[in-house]
């Protein structure tokens, strides 16, 4: 079985805006469920666990009934951090599920993720047993030493990259990245594959997209909104 596990635990402050930024409208319908649709709607996801902020799971899963997310199948409380977070849907999948079932991390507000990106993280998966979406930095880049003022020191772009979400893997593997997580006091790493490359874990590229944004400030969001009227003008929403 494939699980989406969605983070939905952020007060979203950058936002400004009196509710979290996962239950903020867009087009008549909140931030969450955008991305919930995107997994509801992908044949290859079995179940998906939404881990959110304490008083509103139960606001979440009247959304989920109202929309039609039938895959939703736990809603659990966030933590502290993202790696709390993130450990408490593991957790709580460990409770319900097998340790040998598969399990794909995705921000809850990385609302524009396609059918594409989540594919192609199936299939880097099943090739490598790992996946972490990510997308070639086509900028100049340097490194500075003093806040931003200035640098001597460029590094070549093609060496990096910049990783998004989902991250997939072994249900069993993020269990024990976690366990090892506490064990040597790595704290507030909520990116699963930063923490994995602490543990000496190769990281895996899948394929990302520059329209796979994560809507934290007012800016994202009306990038988001300028995707999504180019899509409908286009007819190049993902249908299955």
């Known amino acids: 079985m494939t699980i989406a596990l969605l983070t939905a635990a952020g007060t979203g402050s950058r936002m400004h805006q009196e509710i979290p930024k996962q239950f903020i409208h867009v087009e008549n319908k909140p931030l969450i469920i955008h991305t919930l649709e995107k997994f509801q709607n992908h044949p290859s996801i079995d179940a998906i666990i939404v881990v959110t902020l304490p008083n509103w799971t139960e606001v979440l899963q009247a959304y989920a009934r109202q929309f039609g997310i039938t895959k939703l199948r736990w809603v659990v409380p966030g ?14 999948l460990k409770e319900e599920v097998g340790e040998d079932n598969v399990v794909m991390i995705h921000d809850g507000n990385r609302c524009m993720v396609s059918s594409e990106i989540i594919s192609n993280s199936i299939v880097c998966y099943k090739e490598h047993g790992s996946a972490v979406a990510a997308i070639p ?16 020191v460029s590094i070549p772009r093609e060496q990096l990259f910049r990783t ?77």
Not at 174 to 201: D, F, N, P, Q
């Open 164 to 240: 998004q979400t989902p991250h997939t893997y072994d249900l069993s593997k993020l269990l024990w990245a976690h366990e090892e997580a506490a064990k040597r006091g790595i704290k507030e790493t909520a990116a699963s594959c930063v923490l994995m490359c602490e543990l000496g874990e190769t990281v895996y590229f899948s394929d990302g997209s520059e329209e796979n944004i994560k809507i934290t400030t007012q800016d994202d969001l009306r990038i988001m909104k300028a995707f999504l009227k180019s899509h409908k003008s286009d007819g190049s929403m993902d249908v299955f």
């Open 137 to 152: 930095c086509v900028e100049a880049v340097f490194r500075s030493n003093d806040d931003g003022q200035s640098s001597t």
């Open 79 to 92: 933590g502290a951090t993202g790696q709390e977070s993130i450990h408490n849907g593991l957790m709580k």
